[in-house]
């Protein structure tokens, strides 16, 4: 193989390296499931942590 070939395959394997890098970054959550982790926890977490400590100081 000639040494600009070999160049263009390394330069191709790089950028492929690059493309599944960025694949395999964690991305976290998306918009509608942050507003249904905020719901939930005003909802469900919140009024479970304020009866909790509501009978702690009774």
Known sequence: MSD???KEIL???KRIN?????LQTS???STPMK???ILLG???IGPAITI???RFFN
């Open 27 to 29: 991305k976290g959550l």
């Open 18 to 22: 690059e493309k599944l890098d960025q």
């Open 52 to 54: 909790l400590v509501s």
């Open 35 to 37: 507003f249904v982790a």
């Open 42 to 44: 005003f909802v469900v």
């Open 4 to 6: 600009e070939m070999s």
């Open 11 to 13: 330069e191709e394997l």
